[in-house]
């Protein structure tokens, strides 16, 4: 059946794209690795949170999406987006693995008349110089016979006011063909569509912006050490600065970044720039700030245990939300699970609740009902804020709190039972 776009990758990046192509009319296929996701997608179910079953359902019983594992489906569509991951390796360094491989796999089926834009994250030059070299050994010419764009996703998993299809899209196509070969794609499908006049600028785009988060995060992230310290307020301090109409924007401290792109992104720069003889010295130091504050986040439920006379040692710590971000099940590179290990190292008794997450089963742990964990426990420690929990009520029940999202509206003068970050 010939399609109007195929999507590799039908991940958090893929899935919601793929609705938002189909609700404008055009026929998508999603192609993925995963047998037990392509069935599930064809059997009009979502395991994305972004995209409920209810809206693709109907989508999958009309035909305007299927999802396959057979990289075969490329041949018919006219349009080919790449969705894939872009991890680190183990020594973090940017590992290409996944898109190369896909790329050779759409290389052996790609035909004239064929735009191929690439969406994952990753550092500039990915486009021109390592995917368009295996997609042109075959002859083909870019920019006549087929066309070769970087266009990022900017999906935020959970956010409602900014959705992939309300959310500008960054074009910058290899030569302006290409450029114009996939803004009129986007464009049938997406409400804004800005080109830039390369995919290195595009690439570089996305990875200005969540650097842009990660340095920010890491400035709140320190000051929320240093007024630890001083005994003051962080979360007042950036609230009253937050009033300020222009020059300032907000950014909250927290246990530590997660999810798979402010942990991983910015160092595919930062190992980019190396070639250049250049050090990103921003990235590197933000790293430094937000990888250590599961550490201080452990130093400071000890504190908290040491002001009621107990050890970490043989305590119930009972952590509420593990998943890294509100309102979403994503458990990639959360900090929780840091938390989790080190408090285990230190001897503790761990559980949590999480009403997104199940179960943690590398942990060999299951979400445990607040009720009566919430009393027992010799410390609460609230990681992710969920909406939807009476985090004032879980206050004045517990022992003892620990709040790192200003969760509880506590000034802290509960008797000393709520510390905050
Ligand atoms: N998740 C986000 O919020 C977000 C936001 C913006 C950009 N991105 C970027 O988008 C890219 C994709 O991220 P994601 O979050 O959608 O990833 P994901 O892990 O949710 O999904 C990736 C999918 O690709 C599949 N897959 C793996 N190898 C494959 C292969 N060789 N062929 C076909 N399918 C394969 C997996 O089974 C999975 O379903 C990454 O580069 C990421 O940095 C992600």
Redesign the pocket.
Known sequence: MTRDVAI???????VPLAQVFAEAGLRVVL????PG?VATLNRGESYIEDVSSDDLAPLVEAGSIAASTDYDELREADAILV????PLSANREPDLS?VL??TR?IARRLRPGHLVVL????YPGTTRDEVLPILAAGGLQVGTDFHLAFS??????GRTDWTTKTTPKIVGGVTDACTAAACSLYERALDTVITVSSPEAAELT?LLENIFRSVNIALVNELAQLCDRMGVDVWEVVDAAATKPFGFMSFKPGPGLG???LP??PFYLSWKAREYDFYTEFIELAGKINENMPYFCLDKITRALNSQEKSVKGSRVHLVGVSYKADVGDLRESPALKLVELLREEGANVSYHDPHVPELPEHGLVSASLDGHVESADCVAIVTAHTGIDYAGLAERARLVVDFRNATGSDGRLNGRVWKL
């Open positions: 590799v990758g039908a991940g958090y990046v893929g192609v993925d690795v995963d996701r969705a894939l991951p872009t996944i491989g896909a796999e969406e994952s994250t990753t990022p996703e900017r999906v935020d998993p996305k999810g798979h792109c991983v992104d």
